[in-house]
């Protein structure tokens, strides 16, 4: 028979856990995080394009060449969005060990054909890789909205990939991927302008966005979310 004595044991860890937890919760997804991996560990999520492909790029060691498209009017905002944020994400794709192709050979090709391409074969045609992503930023901002001397940078556009198939000495890219985007920072609240400059705040937003997207690639711990 268990020992009445066990019961208060028992209700004290109990209220103790409560006491733990409420105040974890309270405060924000980031600390209720933290305590599930007291509890729960780091569980690791798939990423994305895992989950619609069924190919995982480490594992399976594929190489993938990576482009960053973004309207002509934006160029002016930010000129060298492109290039930070195309060197960003395949710097941390490489960080996690994925093969990709080199920026630098893209932007020569780029060059070389008049800046765009109409579609992704193009690109395959010419270049060793088992697969191309192609991300367009749609609109861009690093304002908060009404408020010109607050900084929150908004993006959003799409994410998309394609196989590289070959036929022969042909090669065609088909579609087997789609994601739309969106993200935001700072998350919770704005940055008075007064207290950073302009290109520093656009080199931090971008470095934000590129976490973001490079996570459509690979799989990730949930708490590298925060």
Same mark, same amino acid.
């Given at each position: 028979? *268990?020992?009445? =004595?066990? *019961?208060?044991?028992?209700?004290?860890?109990?209220?103790?856990?409560?006491?733990?937890?409420?105040?974890?919760?309270?405060?924000?997804?980031?600390?209720?995080?933290?305590? +599930?991996?007291?509890?729960? +560990?780091?569980?690791? $999520?798939?990423?994305?394009?895992?989950?619609?492909?069924?190919?995982?790029? $480490?594992?399976?060691?594929?190489?993938?060449?990576?482009?960053?498209?973004?309207?002509?009017?934006?160029? #002016?905002?930010?000129?060298?969005?492109?290039?930070?944020?195309?060197?960003?994400?395949?710097?941390?794709? *490489?960080?996690? +060990?994925?093969?990709? $192709?080199?920026?630098?050979?893209?932007?020569?090709?780029?060059?070389?054909?008049?800046?765009?391409?109409?579609?992704?074969?193009?690109?395959?045609?010419?270049?060793?890789?088992?697969?191309?992503?192609?991300?367009? $930023?749609?609109?861009? =901002?690093?304002? /908060?909205?009404?408020?010109?001397?607050?900084? *929150?940078?908004?993006?959003? +556009?799409?994410?998309?990939?394609?196989?590289?198939?070959? /036929?022969?000495?042909?090669?065609?890219?088909?579609?087997?991927?789609?994601? #739309?985007?969106?993200?935001e920072y700072p998350r919770h609240h704005p940055v008075p302008a007064h207290t950073i400059s302009e290109r520093t705040f656009?080199?931090?937003?971008?470095?934000?966005?590129?976490?973001?997207?490079?996570?459509?690639?690979?799989?990730?711990?949930?708490?590298? /979310?925060?």
């Amino acid at each position: 028979m *268990r020992s009445s =004595s066990a *019961r208060p044991t028992v209700r004290r860890l109990t209220l103790l856990c409560l006491a733990t937890l409420l105040p974890v919760m309270a405060s924000g997804c980031s600390l209720f995080v933290m305590a +599930g991996k007291m509890f729960l +560990g780091d569980p690791k $999520v798939q990423s994305a394009f895992n989950a619609q492909t069924g190919v995982d790029l $480490v594992e399976d060691e594929k190489k993938i060449l990576i482009v960053c498209r973004t309207p002509s009017l934006m160029q #002016g905002m930010a000129p060298t969005l492109q290039h930070d944020l195309t060197h960003s994400i395949l710097r941390t794709l *490489r960080q996690r +060990g994925i093969e990709t $192709v080199s920026p630098d050979d893209v932007a020569d090709w780029l060059d070389d054909n008049g800046g765009e391409f109409k579609n992704a074969s193009e690109l395959a045609a010419d270049f060793d890789t088992d697969f191309i992503a192609v991300i367009d $930023v749609e609109s861009l =901002s690093f304002f /908060e909205p009404n408020s010109p001397e607050m900084y *929150r940078g908004q993006a959003q +556009g799409a994410v998309r990939a394609y196989r590289v198939e070959k /036929e022969g000495s042909r090669k065609t890219a088909l579609q087997v991927f789609s994601s #739309g985007f969106r993200t935001e920072y700072p998350r919770h609240h704005p940055v008075p302008a007064h207290t950073i400059s302009e290109r520093t705040f656009q080199k931090q937003f971008v470095q934000h966005m590129s976490q973001h997207l490079s996570r459509q690639f690979y799989d990730y711990r949930m708490g590298d /979310e925060f």
